[in-house]
């Protein structure tokens, strides 16, 4: 009889799990959704804007909205973009350190100027063994787009040229700057591998260096720049220039790049009324339908802010203590819902022709809320559309604590759980175990009498 006990025992303990699986299913289909406010971008048409670059990323850096998106995931040839990089480990050797850039002076020998010779790489006239200081050298990298400062950066930072592009490589990773690849220092066509980068990428490097080092904007903004050693640069970025069509008073930086696979690319960034737009594009054609040399990066970029000024606000989509909605909630005690309401204003920048009544508001509620709830659980979601687009999202959150009618959720329970399936199959598990029991208990005793 020891047997059927244990059997007796291991039915109990399955029966006790099976509960205790329902009451899991029970909390687990109570949990609220997690959403968090997303930063879905829409991709503007600028009207009237027509655009000569392959591939163009424009962000509003207020409020980290995506305006233009053109290809900004697919690889190009950064040509002297490059450069931005190289400018890049250079600030973080130093930090804020300002006096050190100004007055640490260093240079290079052969390893520095060997692969730039008889090639057409864009100089400072720096020369050989010739000691300048690390601001110098940052302005003729950045202004005129010098080559040789961009090796001799290279081997006094990295050891070498080599492992300087190894923390080139080290630091788009860290960035995430998923889609870059590093060969070199300056972005120069040397004949084998090329740098290669995308527009998004480029934005990434670009918001780390205005967010963390005020002297990068210092130094890209200039349009020249006397080196200590009397010879004076001129920045290669026409939006700079006052003399050029293509001069834009609101632009500060970046950097300029070309050659001839590269095409024309910028990063550039511009301010005007409280708000701030970066750009990034590559591969713009270098000459007109009639062979003349055209900066269509810088008209693709001017074109692009005037169009932004002119035509973008902020705008507020949701307000954080809006009320949305109500959410039905099972078992609370004296109600049986509670209102939800976003849980931060959607503010988007946006198009001032287009009236903010025109995006569908796209609701979703769990239909399983189980109380307790409390003040600021998440329980839905709302989402923006726009001509179909996901333009912006934000959870929806409890605006009151809701509690629990105990003896009236215990009695649903457990009904629930004696008509759900678990305890069906409980049920039939115990039946059968009852009828094998009682056969086998008959055919021991017929055994036992016949004995």
């Known amino acids: 009889m020891k047997f059927f006990g244990n059997k007796r025992v291991h039915l109990n303990r399955l029966a006790k799990k099976i509960s205790f699986i329902t ?6 289909s109570a949990a609220s959704y997690t959403f968090a406010f997303s930063a879905d971008a829409y991709n503007f048409t600028p009207e ?18 995506t305006i233009i998106d053109i290809n900004s995931d ?31 002076k260093v240079s290079a020998g052969a390893e520095a100027f060997k692969e730039l010779e008889n090639t057409f790489a864009s100089t400072a006239g720096i020369e050989k ?18 080559c040789e400062a961009a090796n001799i950066l290279a081997v006094n930072i990295g050891g ?4 300087f592009v190894e923390m080139m490589n080290s630091k788009a990773g860290a960035l995430g700057m998923k889609n870059t690849v590093y060969y070199n220092a300056h972005g120069l066509d040397l004949g084998g591998n090329n740098n290669v980068t995308t527009c998004r990428d480029q934005a990434i490097l670009c918001k780390y260096a205005l967010n963390n080092y005020p002297i990068f904007t210092e130094i890209t903004s200039k349009y020249s720049y006397t080196l200590s050693n009397g010879t004076t640069v001129i920045n290669t970025n026409s939006l700079l220039d006052e003399s050029s069509d293509f001069y834009y008073g609101y632009v500060n930086g970046i950097k300029t790049g070309f050659y001839d696979e590269a095409g024309r690319c910028l990063a550039s960034v511009a301010t005007k009324d ?12 270098a000459k007109d339908k009639n062979g003349n ?18 035509n973008l606000d902020y705008s507020v989509f949701v307000e954080e203590n809006e009320e949305i909605t109500e959410a039905t909630v099972s078992y609370g005690k004296d109600a049986d819902f509670v209102t939800l309401k976003p849980a931060n204003e959607v503010s988007k920048i946006w198009l001032n022709s287009i009236d903010i009544s025109k995006v569908e508001r796209k609701i979703t509620i769990d239909n399983n809320i189980i109380a307790p709830v409390y003040k600021g659980d998440t329980l839905g979601k709302l989402d923006l559309i726009y001509e179909g687009e996901t333009i912006g999202s934000v959870k929806l959150v409890a605006t009151s604590d809701l509690e629990r009618a105990t003896i009236k959720a215990e009695a649903a329970i457990a009904s629930e759980f004696f008509s ?32």
């Open 74 to 104: 697919k690889q190009y040839y950064p040509a002297s973009l490059t450069k931005i990089m190289t400018c890049v480990l250079v600030l973080d050797e130093f930090k804020d350190d300002v006096e050190g850039l100004k007055k640490t």
């Open 48 to 65: 009237g804007v027509k655009l000569k670059s392959e591939t163009v990323y424009m962000e509003n850096l207020d409020t980290e909205n």
């Open 160 to 163: 070498s040229i080599d492992g």
């Open 293 to 310: 040399d055209v900066m269509y990066s810088c008209q693709d970029h001017k074109n692009l802010y005037m169009w932004a000024f002119e």
């Open 23 to 28: 009451a899991l299913a029970v909390m687990f």
């Open 274 to 285: 409280g708000y701030t737009y970066l750009i990034v594009s590559m591969k713009a054609p």
């Open 420 to 451: 759900s399936k678990q305890f069906k199959i409980a049920l039939f598990i115990i039946i059968l175990v009852v009828i094998l029991y009682i056969v086998i208990f008959k055919a021991l005793t017929k055994k036992r009498y016949r004995q």
């Open 129 to 146: 063994n010739e000691k300048l200081s690390y601001y110098d050298l940052l302005c003729a990298l950045m202004l005129p787009s010098a």
